[in-house]
């Protein structure tokens, strides 16, 4: 969904999660696994960049995660925007939440391993984290000094752009 700013806010921040990929459709834990785009996922991200410019968006800055499916929708909505030179920062910190020993597995086979209601706790809450992996906690910890140190001072700048995660967006918005 695509809020318009308006009323008070002369600056703004838009949140955009990356699109389908590959593990996805797969029904893969991919965390801080590097998975590709489908066609799906890139027709996703160029709707996400038609959709920002028919509200006429222009961003005085873009940040992604270094995952390649961040990149490449963050490039795919910039070049839908009309805004093909504006070279998104590139941050590490901005990476999916790392699942861990779930990470490459399928769902069907995490359940078996370590039971449905383990799965659920470690996929919802705050503080646990499945085994060798992050909490959603250690990703708030692992963002926020990142936002604090390039994206806010962006956004004293301009309307700015960040394509990331699912679970790194949800950690960012909590923490603002």
Same mark, same amino acid.
């Given at each position: 969904?695509?809020?318009?700013?308006?009323?008070?806010?002369?600056?703004?921040?838009?949140?955009?999660?990356? +699109?389908? @990929?590959? $593990?996805? %459709?797969?029904?893969? /834990?991919?965390?801080?696994?590097? !998975?590709? =785009? &489908?066609?799906?996922?890139?027709?996703?991200?160029?709707?996400? +960049?038609? @959709?920002? $410019?028919? %509200?006429?968006?222009? /961003?005085?800055?873009?940040?992604? !995660?270094? =995952? &390649?499916?961040?990149?490449?929708?963050?490039?795919?909505?910039?070049?839908?925007?009309?805004?093909?030179?504006?070279?998104?920062?590139?941050?590490?910190?901005?990476?999916?939440?790392?699942?861990?020993?779930?990470?490459?597995?399928?769902?069907?086979?995490?359940?078996?391993?370590?039971?449905?209601?383990?799965?659920?706790?470690?996929?919802?809450?705050?503080?646990?984290?499945?085994?060798?992996?992050?909490?959603?906690?250690?990703?708030?910890?692992?963002?926020?000094?990142?936002?604090?140190?390039?994206?806010?001072?962006?956004?004293?700048?301009?309307?700015?752009?960040?394509?990331?995660?699912?679970?790194?967006?949800?950690?960012?918005?909590?923490?603002?």
């Amino acid at each position: 969904m695509i809020h318009d700013c308006k009323g008070p806010v002369t600056r703004c921040l838009v949140l955009v999660r990356h +699109g389908q @990929r590959v $593990a996805n %459709r797969s029904g893969l /834990f991919t965390g801080l696994l590097d !998975s590709p =785009l &489908t066609e799906q996922g890139r027709m996703e991200a160029e709707t996400a +960049g038609r @959709r920002l $410019a028919e %509200r006429r968006w222009r /961003f005085s800055a873009a940040f992604t !995660s270094t =995952l &390649t499916r961040a990149v490449v929708s963050g490039r795919l909505i910039l070049d839908a925007l009309g805004q093909p030179g504006l070279v998104p920062q590139r941050f590490a910190a901005l990476v999916e939440r790392d699942y861990g020993d779930l990470s490459g597995l399928d769902k069907i086979a995490a359940v078996a391993r370590w039971g449905a209601e383990r799965i659920e706790t470690w996929s919802r809450s705050y503080a646990e984290a499945p085994p060798n992996g992050e909490s959603l906690r250690d990703t708030v910890s692992r963002i926020v000094p990142c936002y604090l140190r390039t994206i806010q001072p962006a956004v004293m700048g301009g309307d700015v752009l960040v394509v990331a995660h699912g679970k790194c967006l949800r950690a960012l918005v909590m923490a603002l």
